[in-house]
C-alpha cells in the first residue's frame, strides 16, 4: 500500500496511506448492519494495507467510534492512524427526541449540540477517547463548521468564531503537549477551510467532495494556500456523493441529492473519455485528488465487503497520463489541475 508522510511542524508527523476508511457507514448510515458485518469490513480494510482510519462522534451517535473500538483493541497502536472530530457533543434523549431519525437507523438515542469552545473540545476528546479505547488520537478535527451544517453564513462565521476564541486554544495545548499530532476542520465546503487557514495554525483539513473530478474550485485560492503553509489536504467524498462510482445511472446521487441532467451529462462524457483509455470511472475518481501534491490521503466509506473490495481496486489502479490530458482537452477538468508530471 502508497503512503504519504505529513510532517509541517518537525514533530514526527503522520504517515497517511493513500487510502484510508471514512466509518460514517459503519455508523448504520442510510441503513442497518449488524457489528459482525462492520467488523468484516474493518478487517478487510486491514488484510488490505489500510492504515488510515477517520470517524466521528456524529456518525451513529458513537456507534462508529465503538465499533472501532473492538476492531483496534488488537492493533499495535504504532501501526494505524487514527482521526475524530470535535464541535458535537452527544447528549442522551427519549426516543422520541433523538436527531438522525432517517438518517441513521438503530443507534442510540441522542442529540447533537454543537459546541466549539474549549471545554467543549476538552470533553469530546475525553468521550471519543473513552468510546475508542485507545490512549491518543492522532488528528482532531472541528467537525461541520461550514454554512450547509450551520444553517447558513452568518451562523457559520458565528461557530468559527467560537471556534477561534475557546475550540482552537484547547486544539493548539492539545497539540503543543503532543497528546495529539495535528488538527483541522473536516468540512463539505472549501471555503470555510481557507477562512480558518487565514485566521489560525491548521495542519489538514477533511474535505468532503469539493476537489474531484466534477469539482475543482478549490484551485483558485484554498489549495495554493494549503501548498504554501505545508497544510494537507485529506479528500472525502471522492465519488461526490456515488455518481463518480456508479457513472450517470438512473438514480444516480451527486452531492447527497438526486442528480441533476447537466451533472449527468458531464458525468456521462467523462465516463466516455476514461472508456475511451480502458479505465473504469471510479478508479479515475479516486486517483484524481491525489495528483495534487497537497493531498495525504482519500477516504471513501464502505459499508460492505463489495463496496471495499472496489475501493482498494481503485487504489490499486494505474491510469494512463493520456486520459487527463484528453480531460483537460474535453473541458471537463480544470488546465491547472495537477496530473502528476
Known sequence: ??????????????????????????????????????HAVLERAWSGGVRYYDTAPLYGYGLSETRLNRFLRDKPRDDYVLSTKVGRLLEACPPAARHGVGKW?????????YD??????MRSVELSLERLGVDRIDILLAHDIDARNQGGEANMRAKVDQLMAGGYHALERLRSTGVIKAFGAGVNEWPVCQ???????????????????????AL????????????????????NSGI????????????????????????????????????????AAFQFPLLHPAHVSVIPGGQGLAEMEGNLAAAAAEIPAGLWADLKSEGLMRADAPTGG
Open 1 to 38: 500500500m502508497k503512503t504519504r508522510h505529513w510532517d509541517r511542524l518537525g514533530n514526527g508527523g503522520v504517515t497517511f496511506t493513500e487510502i484510508g476508511m471514512g466509518t460514517a457507514p459503519l455508523g448504520n448510515l442510510y441503513r442497518a448492519i449488524s457489528d459482525e458485518e462492520a
Open 105 to 113: 437507523f438503530e443507534v442510540p438515542n441522542r442529540r447533537e449540540v
Open 116 to 121: 466549539y469552545s474549549y471545554d467543549g473540545v
Open 195 to 217: 477562512m480558518l487557514a487565514e485566521r489560525g495554525d491548521f495542519d489538514l483539513f477533511l474535505l468532503a467532495g469539493r476537489y474531484t473530478l466534477l469539482e475543482q474550485e
Open 220 to 239: 483558485s485560492s484554498l489549495l495554493p494556500l494549503c501548498e504554501a503553509r505545508g497544510i494537507g489536504i485529506i479528500t472525502g467524498g471522492p465519488y
Open 244 to 283: 463518480l462510482a456508479t457513472g450517470p445511472v438512473e438514480g444516480a446521487y451527486y452531492d447527497y441529492e438526486p442528480a441533476s441532467q447537466a451533472v449527468l451529462d458531464r458525468v456521462g462524457r467523462i465516463q466516455a473519455v476514461c472508456a475511451a483509455h480502458g479505465v473504469r470511472l471510479v478508479d
